[in-house]
């Protein structure tokens, strides 16, 4: 109880510290990006002073104290009021982030998981069979696959997949003549046009998964209970999944639930890459008009996603590692 | 000579490290001997645009007329310059932070720590992309800067851990008694000891801004004008390259990232065998 009393403390504290950061950056940053800000969206006219309020109380130019500034601003996030969008006027921000949000998680959500099941996999596979041709061949693929451009690759599968052989289509989330809706057309161009960014996703992080499993699991080989499960004459498959598998995945699972919470960012660069319209895409577009509403609060989505997916983390190592539920009554 | 030998020696053992280690050194060549080995000046644009390889331009040449091979060779200046001025830059960031939190336990640790974890959460790519963004400046320094910022905090919570286990040995008793302030004996007692671990730290801090610089620049937050693999990327994207058949021009550059990269995390194959002995070959 008092471990996770302590972590909803942690969690609540960088919460604070990240949202607070969110506020202050702009603040802190010279040339004032928030008077260019403001004199961009007077251009467009038609915008109420209740709107043209909410946007200085955000960047910080209006006339009242930091503090004041402060309170507004998290009574602004408790409302999800986050203005106005200066890339997509006259859409509000949560209006544009509920529109793209869909799509990354779809994607992003699902690639994940498979990414971190097959890496999984393979991992316990090479360490097992340690030494042989498998384990070479796989290990030393993924070292490259895993420090390579991730957005390079994804390049390079468009270029070959869609340009050279017409397979799969070059950009989009869904076929242009359609709009987005719940028929089974629909569903099946959007399915079509992912495969190719998930399968991007997939190959480049196939390899974190399967290094840092095939790590834990030799080391986990080398732990006395290995030797005791192989003096009682257990079957291989038993002494591989059961024994060291088992142990060896817990540091793991923690990376993965963070992961989870990595996926309302978005493969930014995928996405860029493959015009996709999920969250990457959003960011990238708020950051090259300098549509700082918007770009603050996907940000702060993105950052209260990661936070509380670390949260759920050190609750399932709690639940799934005795030791740690047993180290924290004592401590 | 003979310092530069030893500090090479591990990486020319471990047969995965010293092809990481030869994939540097070539890399390190051609960016002081870029003028020697180009035939062009990264910036003559006199040539046709978007042409194919050919014996005249073996990777093409860009939308401006400039030839990519040329552009290639210097990139790699600006590319190993961000990649181990930010690498270097991050590993000073957590040692200063790792190596104090671990040698004071109580209050300062407690602050520190926190500030580590949160830097740890707070998604790196999200948080280099807004900083560059409101940034009113941009370039290499700029790259650099915000890399080192978020990066150093994954080897800051490591070196941490390693110094709470060094601090109870005798030597550093025995420095602590003679009467050594605490910097010294943190940095010339304790450190000499994990030398192994900062040098993974450094090397796999290294890699990531490599990854993040290219990524950056690829998304337009660079200087444009600067010649560097990730801003060769940029211009390959937006002038349509892929859909010209431009294949050189895309691959290229990418695959030096790659490269590199790869180089570095086999280089760190040494050092893991050097501080976690489970990993060497058995017999």
């Known amino acids: 109880m008092r471990y996770l009393l302590r972590r909803s403390f942690m969690l609540l504290l960088t919460l604070w510290s990240a949202i607070t950061l969110n506020f202050l950056l702009p603040r802190l940053m010279p040339g004032n990006p928030a008077e260019v800000m403001l004199a961009k969206f007077k251009g467009k006219g038609t915008m109420g002073p209740q709107a043209i309020h909410a946007i200085k109380v955000m960047l910080g130019i209006s006339n009242e104290s930091v ?3 402060y309170v507004q601003y998290w009574d602004n996030i408790f409302h999800l009021n986050f203005g106005i969008s200066y890339t997509y006027f006259p859409y509000s921000v949560m209006h544009m982030i509920a529109q793209a949000l869909p799509w990354t998680l779809a994607l992003i959500g699902v690639t994940t998981v498979l990414s971190f099941v097959l890496g999984t996999l393979l991992g316990i596979w090479a360490a097992w069979w340690r030494g042989s041709w498998f384990d070479l061949s796989v290990t030393s693929v993924f070292t490259f696959t895993s420090s390579f451009p991730y957005f390079w690759f994804a390049l390079i599968c468009v270029f070959l997949l869609s340009f050279v052989v017409h397979v799969f289509p070059i950009s989009g989330g869904y076929a242009t003549y359609m709009t987005p809706n719940w028929s089974w057309a629909f569903l099946g161009s959007a399915v079509y046009h992912s495969i190719l960014p998930a399968f991007t996703i997939l190959v480049s992080s196939l390899g974190g998964w399967q290094l840092q499993m095939r790590n834990n699991m030799i080391t986990a080989l080398n732990e006395d209970y290995v030797v005791l499960a192989r003096a009682k004459g257990l079957s291989e498959r038993m002494i591989a999944i059961g024994y060291a598998a088992r142990n060896a995945i817990l540091p793991n699972m923690t990376g993965f639930a963070m992961s989870l919470g990595f996926v309302v960012s978005g493969a ?57 539920r047993r180290g924290a009554e004592t401590a | 000579m003979s310092a530069v030998i030893r500090l090479f020696l591990p ?30 000046s990264p910036n003559d644009t006199n040539f046709p645009a978007m042409l194919g390889p050919s014996w005249q331009h073996w990777l093409g040449t860009t939308q401006n007329g400039q030839d990519v091979y040329t552009q290639l060779v210097y990139g790699t200046r600006s590319s190993l310059e961000v990649g181990f001025a930010a690498g270097i830059l991050a590993t000073a ?97 304790i450190m000499p000891n994990m030398i192994s671990l900062v040098a993974a730290t450094f090397l796999g801090a290294a890699v990531s801004a490599i990854l993040a610089a290219a990524g950056l620049q690829f998304l337009g937050l660079g200087d444009p004008s600067i010649n560097s693999w990730g801003t060769m990327l940029y211009w390959a994207q937006n002038s349509g390259a892929l859909l010209q058949g431009q294949w050189a021009w895309l691959f290229a550059p990418g695959f030096c990232i790659a490269a590199l990269g790869t180089a570095l995390v086999l280089m760190n194959f040494a050092v893991d065998e050097l501080a976690n002995p489970r990993l060497r070959k058995k017999g």
């Open chain 1, 67 to 69: 503090w004041q500034q």
């Open chain 2, 11 to 40: 990486f020319w053992r471990n047969k995965l490290a010293r092809v990481g280690l030869i994939v540097v050194l070539i890399m390190v060549a051609a960016a002081l001997l870029a003028p020697v080995i180009t035939p062009y």
């Open chain 1, 268 to 324: 930014i660069l995928v996405e860029l890459v493959f015009a996709y319209p999920g969250m990457g895409d959003l960011l990238y577009n708020a950051v090259s008009n300098e549509d700082y509403p918007l770009m603050q609060a996907i940000f702060l989505m993105i950052v209260v996603a990661v936070v509380a997916a670390n949260f759920v983390a050190d609750i399932v190592n709690v639940l799934l590692d005795p030791r740690i």
């Open chain 2, 93 to 189: 960031l957590a040692l200063l932070i790792g190596l104090v939190a671990g040698y004071l336990p109580g209050l300062v640790d407690e602050v520190l720590s926190y500030l580590t974890n949160v830097f740890l959460v707070i998604p790196g790519l999200p948080l280099m992309i807004i900083l560059a963004a409101y940034a009113p400046v941009k370039g290499n320094l700029l790259i650099i800067f915000v890399i080192t910022v978020t990066g150093w905090a994954w080897g800051a919570r490591v070196l941490r851990a390693q110094v709470t286990t060094l601090r109870a040995r005798d030597y550093v008793a025995a420095a602590r008694f003679a009467g050594d302030s605490m910097m010294r004996i943190v940095f010339r007692e």
